[in-house]
């Protein structure tokens, strides 16, 4: 009996701290996703990439120079980055913080639908099927965001659906330090 007790212990141990860390995750405390990178405090790789919008126009990182700014990466078949829109809607309308979006890995058509029928909380969108630019950023998965100061610089990152408590932390310092730059 006693040979028993030890391999229980040790299931219920690991099934409870399963089940903390799934609870964190559900409120949002905790993402596995949330590593840390080494491209804080490098430039930002550039990108010319076809717009989704107008294939014929292109949108550039260097259009952004001098400005403080994000970089949203995400896709319609990714639920994370349709749980997120909402917010990036509502950072856009109350702080005026300008993202660029990269659509990735997805069809156009499917793309601008969404943004039709949910708003559209980018400057520009920029539309990447075939991981052109993402690679250069060190993306792995959607959404990711990125902010980028006024020279060029990446400062923060967030591998995940950006929230209210995500842009308290990661990104609202920097936007109030900086106002003049948006």
């Known amino acids: 009996m006693n040979k028993a007790i030890i391999p229980l212990a040790g299931f219920i141990a690991m099934a409870a701290l399963f089940y903390y860390v799934l609870g964190q995750m559900d409120k949002g405390e905790y993402n596995p996703r949330d590593v840390p990178t080494e491209f804080i405090g490098r430039q930002a790789p550039d990108f010319v990439l076809p717009d989704l919008f107008d294939a ?34 509502q950072l856009v309308q109350s702080r005026g913080v300008r993202i660029i979006g990269i ?50 610089v990446i400062q923060a990152k967030y591998a995940g659906a950006m929230t209210e408590s995500v842009w308290q932390e990661k990104f609202q310092p920097w936007f109030e330090l900086h106002k003049e730059k948006l």
């Open 56 to 89: 014929g126009k292109q949108v550039k990182s260097a259009d952004m120079k001098g400005q403080l700014w994000l970089l949203n990466v995400w896709g319609t078949w990714c639920r994370e980055c349709w749980r997120e829109h909402e917010y990036l809607l």
């Open 103 to 152: 659509n990735w890995r997805d069809e156009a058509s499917a793309a601008r639908n969404m943004l039709a029928q949910k708003g559209n909380p980018f400057y520009r969108v920029a539309f990447d099927p075939e991981s052109e630019a993402i690679i250069e950023w060190g993306v792995y998965g959607a959404p990711e965001t990125f902010l980028i100061d006024a020279d060029g």
